[in-house]
């Protein structure tokens, strides 16, 4: 059974749809993380959690907007999608201690036409 | 200049060879250093982590991070064709929220 789920694995939008990413977890960490992942650049932090009143921005937030509806939900919006944000997208938890541990969902792979 | 650099490879070996995997960092904070595995179609995950230098083993796997240098390595022994994957290394300060990630590196061991 698999600890982070995400949702779609795999969708094909144009440029200016909205699209949302979805993203829920049964490990009970507050920590959620959303990344980008491209070649050459690896993981890039989007927006990241610590709990349900706490949303952060990361390093790449322009053109994305987030939504932690509870605990265990953790959703990625691009408003208006542009081709650059064609990439696999990660969602991640961790409980937040030590080295920070991140558990990853299996992915999204966006592309935008 | 990014905060760590990590060759993409592609890195071909044959089976059984010993693989080196490097990474270095410019941030002089970070004290855990972590490897994280990748298959194809998958999403990371943890392989082995070190907290501030020196060496940790497990099995096959030995990771080594060299403090003075700001150099992190990660050694497999006995590579197996189901090791090939990317492997994407890792690093955090103490008490800290984000993980910088290498770009990771594209390892195929041939049977």
């Known amino acids: 059974d698999a600890d982070v789920t995400q949702t779609p694995r795999n969708r094909i939008t144009k440029t200016g749809k909205r699209i949302m990413l979805e993203c829920s977890q049964t490990k009970g960490h507050d920590r959620m993380y959303w990344y980008r992942q491209d070649p050459g650049l690896g993981l890039r932090l989007i927006y990241y959690s610590f709990d349900v009143k706490d949303i952060n921005k990361g390093e790449i937030s322009d053109g994305y907007s987030v939504s932690r509806q509870a605990q265990a939900k953790f959703s990625l919006s691009l408003e208006s999608a542009i081709p650059n944000q064609t990439a696999l997208y990660f969602c991640a938890t961790s409980v937040g201690q030590g080295s920070n541990e991140q558990f990853f969902g299996p992915g999204t792979r966006l592309t935008v036409l | ?111």
Not at chain 2, 4 to 28: F, K, R
């Open chain 2, 1 to 111: 200049q990014k905060e760590v650099e990590q060759d993409p490879g592609p890195l071909s070996v044959p089976e059984g060879a010993i693989v080196s995997l490097n990474c270095t960092y410019s941030n002089s904070a970070f004290q855990y250093f972590m490897w994280y595995r990748q298959y194809s179609r998958k999403g990371p995950e943890l392989l082995m982590y070190t907290y501030s230098s020196g060496n940790k083993e497990d099995g096959r796997f030995t990771a080594q991070v060299d403090k003075s240098s700001k150099y992190i390595s990660l050694f497999i022994r006995d590579s197996q064709p189901s090791d090939s994957a990317t492997y994407l290394c890792a690093m955090s300060v103490v008490g800290g929220f984000k993980t910088i990630f290498g770009a990771g590196t594209r390892l195929f061991v041939k049977a």
